[in-house]
């Protein structure tokens, strides 16, 4: 079973409107963390937020907002007044850490394309 | 502040012919160390992950190794490149978990690799 999915692969939206990027995951681990990462054609891939297991709060950094919901196993990235600049793959991650050991995944991605 | 780069940032290689990618990371001590990489259109695969000087741990089999020779250096490694191994492969660091999920994972700029 696929421990991140992103069933995305492409979305359109127009400059201005907020979109919303999905992302469930599958874990049996208490304590994970969930991260978004945003890859623009020049194959940097640029850190945008976390979100841990145990935080109480949907995290929020500036124009991007996680909006984690623990019993649905979702972490969607919500990113409001969308930009031109915005256009890049997106990228949902979960980290597990269990003795000692981690297991990093990254999802399939998703290409968001902001439309003037 | 800290800083990965890796090198060289884009390469083609016969096939056959030996590999080595670099990665050093500055500003940090003791950091886990990450190589992805990344097909065309396709996320992230996690090939190696290294929690200090000589511990590799190889997540995927493959004709490819790495090694940490330094606490801050880690090099990938083939001696003879297949056409599958092409792709991008990124560098990434983060502080050791001790048992915390939530450390933000940091990429480097990527190398483009080509296997001819």
């Known amino acids: 079973a696929q421990k991140i999915t992103q069933t995305q692969p492409g979305m359109f939206v127009q400059e201005k409107e907020a979109v919303t990027l999905d992302c469930t995951y599958d874990?049996?681990?208490?304590?994970?963390?969930l991260f978004w990462y945003k890859q623009p054609s020049s194959g940097e891939m640029i850190f945008l937020i976390y979100q841990g297991s145990y935080d109480q709060q949907n995290a929020t950094e500036g124009r991007y907002s996680l909006n984690f919901q623990k019993a649905r196993k979702s972490a969607n990235l919500v990113i409001s007044a969308s930009q031109l600049g915005d256009s890049a793959m997106y990228f949902c991650a979960m980290r597990e850490v269990n003795f000692g050991n981690e297991k990093l995944t990254f999802g399939t991605g998703t290409r968001l394309t902001i439309i003037p | 502040s800290q800083t990965i780069h890796q090198w060289p940032a884009t390469l083609v290689q016969p096939v056959g012919s030996p590999l080595s990618l670099e990665c050093t990371v500055e500003?940090?001590?003791?950091?886990?160390l990450y190589w992805y990489r990344q097909a065309a259109g396709r996320g992230l695969q996690l090939l190696f992950y290294?929690?200090?000087?000589?511990?590799i741990s190889s997540e995927v089999p493959q004709n490819l190794s790495a090694s940490r020779p330094q606490d801050r250096q880690f090099i990938l490694s083939s001696k003879k490149l297949l056409l599958s191994d092409s792709g991008f492969y990124l560098c990434a660091w983060s502080s050791i978990s001790f048992g915390i999920s939530g450390n933000t994972i940091y990429f480097g700029e990527g190398s483009w690799l080509t296997v001819v």
């Open positions: 500003g940090t001590s003791n950091p886990n």
């Open positions: 874990t049996s681990d208490p304590s994970y963390g």
């Open positions: 290294s929690v200090g000087i000589g511990q």
